[in-house]
């Protein structure tokens, strides 16, 4: 996902500052989840990480494709039960409401087309692609929290090669100590059996 801006919290002298301010300005405690989703007018693909708002800055078109690409992979192949999203807050917590690009929710998490957000426990897989801009998040804070809450599978997507394209990383949580561990790197071709039975030709890239 995109770029941090982050409002700090401001003393009662700045009460000026709060009530002039082009961004929304948290709590002295930060927001937490119940605060992010009564707040108007945030930009789109808005994140809450650790109580803090996370702006989305313009992406790449290794982006944008690589998303699609996965995106119709996982759909191609998804089971009865089961359901691939993109761009959906997942609430893993009081203070924390991520936006994975894609993700894979049991069939009774999605609820009904005015949902706004899954919880943690209907989340089988999350899926990030890394931006320049957030490498940290994508490639630490978010796999850490994604873990913490019980998600089982994670993928991280990056741009490698000379043509450009994309290199996914595969985990599966270790449910005792709440951390990932790697199953894979894969280049040219993602064929896995878990989370369920998929192929995916990430060559297919250069023709979209």
């Known amino acids: 996902m995109g770029g941090t801006m982050t409002a700090e919290a401001?003393?009662?002298?700045?009460?000026?500052?709060r009530e002039t301010s082009k961004w929304p300005v948290p709590p002295e405690d930060?927001?937490?989840v119940d605060d992010f989703f009564t707040l108007d007018d945030l930009p789109p693909h808005t994140e809450l990480i650790d109580g803090s708002l996370?702006?989305?800055?313009?992406?790449?078109?290794?982006?944008?494709?690589?998303?699609?690409?996965?995106e119709q992979g996982l759909r191609t192949h998804v089971p009865a039960g089961l359901r691939v999203r993109?761009?959906?807050?997942?609430?893993?917590?009081?203070?924390?409401?991520?936006?994975?690009?894609?993700?894979?929710?049991?069939?009774?998490?999605?609820?009904?087309?005015?949902?706004?957000?899954y919880?943690?426990?209907?989340?089988?897989?999350?899926?990030?692609?890394?931006?320049?801009?957030?490498?940290d998040r994508d490639r630490?804070?978010?796999?850490?929290?994604?873990?913490?809450?019980?998600?089982?599978?994670?993928?991280?997507?990056?741009?490698a090669g000379e043509n450009d394209r994309p290199v996914v990383w595969t985990y599966t949580l270790d449910p005792v100590n709440k951390t990932y561990v790697s199953t894979g790197v894969h280049h040219d071709r993602l064929k896995l059996s878990a989370p369920y039975d998929i192929d995916i030709d990430l060559t297919a890239i250069e023709d979209l």
């Open 86 to 117: 993109r761009e959906m807050a997942i609430v893993l917590g009081k203070r924390n409401a991520p936006e994975p690009d894609l993700v894979v929710v049991r069939e009774e998490g999605a609820v009904n087309q005015r949902q706004t957000r």
């Open 140 to 159: 630490d804070t978010k796999p850490h929290k994604y873990a913490g809450a019980g998600i089982e599978h994670f993928w991280l997507v990056e741009m």
């Open 30 to 32: 930060g927001y937490t």
């Open 10 to 17: 401001l003393p009662e002298a700045s009460q000026l500052r």
């Open 119 to 135: 919880d943690a426990a209907d989340v089988l897989l999350a899926v990030e692609v890394v931006s320049p801009d957030s490498e």
């Open 54 to 70: 996370v702006f989305v800055s313009p992406q790449r078109n290794f982006h944008t494709l690589a998303m699609y690409l996965l």
